[in-house]
Each structure stands twice: as structure tokens, then as C-alpha cells.
């Protein structure tokens, strides 16, 4: 009799192993919304049916750098800089080049040399013209300003791109240890069957002995 209490306690409590929600085990996981780029990713490679092992290191790592999320992020950086380029340039100095060429024949006459024993004409010859042009702004607060918000943005798009990949690498995290905690109860789950099972047929043994 109390062989077949044990048998039927330790089934209970292994299907009360299995059916544990993750919640239960500890804290609540971490929500996104459906249309979070987060929950997208960038494909590399081919699918491979081979099993992969992975250390909580190299999940971290693949999350990073396949996570859309982090790529939208690292996008938003690069825009910034590029906008905030842009702004600066509006208070650098310009410089202008001009480089010209020309073959051409003139007149003396035009010149008012006299003509006695001399050609009307001097030529074809060749010119160069090369001039540099520089300008600068004294003033300008519009694009001052522009600069300053440009610094900003950047300075922004930076912390976002750093909490993106905080959130990937917690996560990722997260899941890696979900995963691991509901292998490990499923191990235990195992033993506990085969515990039951085994007292089973000890008390069927001692039943029929």
C-alpha cells in the first residue's frame, strides 16, 4: 500500500514538473511589440539540419550581429554623421579652383605697335589661367545651428544604437537560460519517471512474491 502511495506521489510530481510555466520559475520575460524590428533578423548562410552547440558567449554574439534591430540602430548612426557632416560643411571655408587653357593669335595693331617691318599678327600661341577661389562665412547662425542639432542627433543615435545591444544581449540571455532551466526540467522530469517506474515494478515484485 505504501509502495503504491510512492509510485502514484512521485508521477504527480513529475507531471507537475512538466507543466510548470516558465513564469513560475522565476522572473517575467521581457515583452516586445509585434511590429519590433527586434524580432527580426538578417539571414547569413544556409540552413544547416546539424545541430549547433553554443556557449551563452557565442548566442550573445549572434544575436548581435544578426539582429535587425541592431542593424536598423547602427543605420540610424550612420545617417546622423552623414547629416551632421553636412551642417559642418556650411561653416568650413569653399575653395574654388579654375584651371583654363587657350590657343590664340593677336594683333599688334590692336595693341597700337606700329606695323613698319613687323607681321600684323603674333601667334598661335597658348595661355594658362589658373586661379583658387576662397570664401568664408563670418557669421552664420542657421548653420551654427544645424551643427549643434547635428552633434546632438549623433550623440543620440549613439545611446540608442548602445541600449539596442543591451536589450539584444538581455534577451538573448534570457532565452539561453529559459532554455537551459526547461532542459534541466525536463532531465528531472526523466528521472522522476524513471524513479516511478521502477517502483512499480518493485511493488508489482513484491505484490506477486
Avoid at 552547440?53 to 548581435?64: E, H, M, N, S, W
Avoid at 525536463?186 to 515494478?201: E, M, P, V
Amino acid at each position: 500500500m505504501n509502495a503504491r502511495r510512492t509510485v502514484v506521489l512521485s508521477l504527480a510530481l513529475g507531471l507537475a514538473a512538466l507543466a510548470a510555466p516558465a513564469a513560475a520559475q522565476g522572473r517575467e520575460p521581457v515583452s516586445l511589440p509585434a511590429n519590433s524590428p527586434f524580432l527580426g533578423g538578417v539571414p547569413d548562410g544556409t540552413v544547416s539540419a546539424t545541430p549547433v552547440t553554443l556557449t551563452l558567449i557565442d548566442a550573445i554574439k549572434r544575436g548581435l550581429d544578426r539582429n535587425l534591430g541592431v542593424t536598423t540602430a547602427e543605420i540610424g548612426v550612420d545617417r546622423a554623421l552623414g547629416a551632421r557632416r553636412i551642417a559642418l560643411s556650411r561653416l568650413l571655408p569653399n575653395l574654388r579652383a579654375n584651371l583654363a587653357e587657350a590657343r590664340q593669335v593677336s594683333s599688334l595693331e590692336a595693341f597700337g605697335f606700329p606695323l613698319r617691318g613687323l607681321p600684323p599678327t603674333v601667334g598661335p600661341f597658348n595661355t594658362f589661367d589658373a586661379r583658387l577661389f576662397v570664401s568664408q562665412s563670418l557669421f552664420d547662425r542657421s548653420a551654427l545651428n544645424d551643427t549643434r542639432a547635428g552633434s546632438h542627433n549623433l550623440a543620440a543615435a549613439r545611446l540608442n544604437i548602445r541600449g539596442a545591444r543591451n536589450l539584444v544581449a538581455l534577451v538573448v540571455a534570457e532565452l539561453y537560460l529559459d532554455t537551459l532551466a526547461a532542459s534541466a526540467r525536463a532531465d528531472s522530469a526523466r528521472a522522476q519517471l524513471q524513479t516511478a517506474q521502477a517502483l512499480q515494478t518493485q511493488a508489482v515484485d513484491l505484490k506477486q512474491g
